[in-house]
């Protein structure tokens, strides 16, 4: 299958991996050898769902917070993160460091 320059090139931007090396490439075709199986599934008949539990009533909650300001514990589970930011997927594209105080967002 083949991919467009301007569809790598999104995909770049969107999965931080940069496809003109090999692991890259290869997580590339990994990635579509994936989604190809969904191809193999027969779903004639089968109508289009706008939820799995579109047979159930979905109750709504209040949304009270209970605990808060737990961010910094948050973040220890992090592999990898930006400011107050989990980091995922890593991909192969390395995110620039940042020095203390700065940031990414525009006029923090």
């Avoid at 090999?22 to 004639?44: M, P, S, W, Y």
């Avoid at 939820?51 to 159930?56: C, I």
Wanted: proline letters at 5%.
């Amino acid at each position: 299958q083949k991919v467009s320059v301007e569809e790598l090139d999104h995909l770049e931007h969107l999965a931080l991996v940069d496809f003109r090396d090999l692991e890259g490439v290869e997580r590339l075709q990994k990635a579509i050898q994936f989604a190809d199986q969904l191809h193999e599934v027969n779903t004639d008949g089968v109508e289009p769902m706008d939820s799995v539990l579109e047979d159930r009533c979905l109750y709504l909650r209040e949304d009270d917070v209970t605990e808060g300001n737990c961010t910094k514990d948050l973040l220890q589970n992090a592999r990898e993160k930006v400011e107050e930011y989990f980091v995922a997927p890593p991909g192969n594209i390395p995110l620039p460091k940042l020095e203390e105080g700065d940031t990414f967002l525009q006029g923090s």
